[in-house]
C-alpha cells in the first residue's frame, strides 16, 4: 500500500510540475519519485543544481499547496 501511495505521489508531482515550478525551471529540472515526504528530482547540469537549492523551499510550498497536503517534506536535487 504504501508503494502504491508513493507511485500515485509521484505521479501527480510529475504533472503539476510544469505549472508549479514554470516552464524555466521545468526545462532543466524534473520529479523522479517521492517517498517517504522526499521528493527527488533530477536537474541537467551544476548550475540549475545550485540555482534550485535557493528555490527549494518555495518550490515545496507550492506543491504542497497544490496537493493541499504537506506531504512533500524535503526536496532533493540530483544531477542526471
Known amino acids: 500500500l504504501i508503494m502504491l501511495y508513493n507511485i500515485i505521489y ?6 503539476i510540475w510544469d505549472e508549479e515550478v514554470g516552464k524555466n525551471i521545468s526545462a532543466h529540472a524534473k ?3 517521492f517517498k517517504h515526504g522526499k ?7 551544476s548550475i540549475w543544481l545550485n540555482e534550485l ?4 523551499d518555495k518550490i515545496k510550498e ?8 504537506n506531504k512533500v517534506k524535503e526536496i532533493y536535487f540530483r544531477i542526471k
Open 10 to 15: 509521484t505521479y501527480y508531482i510529475y504533472i
Open 31 to 33: 520529479p523522479i519519485f
Open 39 to 45: 521528493l527527488f528530482v533530477k536537474v541537467d547540469s
Open 53 to 56: 537549492k535557493f528555490l527549494k
Open 62 to 69: 507550492k506543491i504542497n499547496a497544490k496537493l493541499e497536503t
